[in-house]
């Protein structure tokens, strides 16, 4: 099907985008060291030639996607190895590139469905100065193709940024429309796609900030399917901890945890069928001083996984998982908040465990009894009471004093400890009998 098309290219040139920009550095040794130290668990790069000359230069790239991601390619029909053709011009002060596909016969057919033309469809330009900074600039056309029953036209894709020579890169992208109609005379499309980063990669995890922003998505036609999503916007941060050094240690320390704090907006979610709609939707979900080593190596084993886990791997996630746990986790779901049809809401947690738990997959109710926080909510009081096993839930707490009514709301607050909750008046309610006031 045409989407799965898609959905495999732009997920082949999403990890292309994460490759270093080796192509930039100056001259064949550096060009080739890069390549060397490229680490990424879904693609392998090496360099297939390089003729140097004096005023210009030719190289030839090849990338072989693995794991899920190659998986993907194949089920689609598609070739899991391509060939980047760069032509590279030495300048006085640096060098300048272009880059695009080798197209293969596959890839011409693909391209002349997709983009009407044979030609490469992605095109990258670089300028690298004698410094080793890197300036870039990555084009998608704009798709216009009819198959399947389905016309698909799109705006170019575009990104542009800066890498200096330690690899840390600010970039921002955008699409401005995608537009895709069935012969039935569905629709769906896609408006003002938009982002920005700044960091850089560690080990595959990037570190740094980057935004995503969504003007608009709709679907129109079939009434019970339709919906429209207005104004989504994704902020994710994510940021190392470097562990202060002691008297006459190197100053230069090696950092020891990662912090993360994501941020999800929606302006509003509408459909047509239910006349249903949810407005400023906002959810954050953070961690604080996760150990660096156990995240890395928990990205590492998830990329190269293709379906179920090993043995050998469900080993490997549990011995990072212990690791991770032993050094300490804080974790936090806050803000929660939408606007109902009913009201407000909102919903905060945060969730704590101290250093020290030794092997927690071997002992999890030493987990259980370590683990703290606190949470707190604010529902429509017309919300609960029209749910009668929430409703019950409800008064059963107001009566151990965890409830407060404010306004049209009902507000509820409490302390974790272990396996209890207790309220601001020191009473203890047991979370296992959450299980049974539902019943």
């Known amino acids: 099907m045409i989407f799965g098309k898609y959905a495999a290219i732009g997920g082949g040139i999403a990890v292309v985008l994460l490759w270093p920009l080796a192509v930039g550095q100056i001259g064949q040794s550096a060009y080739e060291n890069e390549l060397k130290k490229i680490d990424e668990p879904d693609m392998e790069l090496s360099n297939v030639s390089y003729n140097r000359g004096y005023l210009s230069s030719d190289a030839v790239t090849r990338i072989t996607f693995k794991n899920a991601l190659r998986q993907s390619l194949e089920e689609e029909g598609l070739p899991s190895t391509y060939q980047i053709n760069h032509t590279i011009t030495h300048g006085i002060a640096g060098v300048e590139s272009v880059s695009v596909l080798d197209m ?3 890839l011409k057919e693909l391209a002349k469905t997709l983009w009407g033309s044979e030609e490469s469809p992605v095109v990258i330009k670089q300028q690298t100065s004698i ?13 216009n193709a009819v198959e399947d029953g389905y016309k698909v036209v799109s705006k170019p894709f575009i990104l542009t940024g800066h890498q200096d020579k330690d690899a840390k890169t600010h ?3 955008s699409l401005s429309s995608l537009n895709v109609i069935a012969d039935d005379n569905q629709s769906f499309d896609v408006n003002g796609l938009k982002g920005e980063g700044q960091g850089f990669m560690d080990q595959g995890v990037w570190v740094g900030t980057q935004r995503f922003d969504l003007s608009m998505v ?11 999503l207005k104004d989504l916007s994704i902020n994710i941060s994510n940021e190392l901890d470097m562990l202060a050094a002691k008297e006459g240690q190197d100053k230069d320390v090696q950092p020891k945890t990662i912090t993360t704090n994501n941020i999800f907006k929606l302006g509003e979610f509408y459909t047509p069928s239910t006349e249903f709609t949810l407005q400023n939707v906002e959810l954050g979900v953070g961690a604080e001083s996760l150990d660096r080593d ?9 990329n190269a996984m293709t379906g179920e886990p090993s043995e050998r791997e469900l080993a490997a996630i549990i011995q990072a998982v212990d690791e991770m746990v032993e050094k300490g ?21 945060t969730l704590n465990v101290d250093p020290g738990i030794n092997k927690v997959s071997q002992n999890v109710q030493l987990l259980v ?7 707190s909510a604010s529902i429509p ?54 299980s049974q006031l539902f019943m």
């Open 171 to 173: 970039f921002s992208y």
């Open 218 to 228: 709709e679907l129109k036609g079939d009434v019970d399917e339709s919906f429209t």
């Open 294 to 302: 156990s995240v890395i190596q928990l990205y590492k084993l998830s």
């Open 381 to 434: 009081t017309v919300l609960i009471r029209a749910e009668p096993s929430l409703n019950y839930f409800v008064s059963e707490l107001s009566n151990m004093g965890f409830v407060e009514e404010k306004g049209t709301n009902t507000e509820i607050t409490a302390t974790l400890k272990g396996e209890v909750l207790v309220s601001p008046t020191g009473q203890e309610f047991p979370l296992m009998y959450l």
């Open 369 to 375: 009894d370590k683990i703290h926080g606190g949470l």
């Open 104 to 106: 293969q016969p596959e």
């Open 131 to 143: 410094t080793g900074a890197t300036d870039f600039n990555f084009t998608v056309n704009g798709l």
């Open 329 to 349: 986790v804080k974790f936090s779901l806050s803000p929660v908040k939408a606007d109902l049809p009913q009201g407000k809401t909102s919903f905060d947690l």
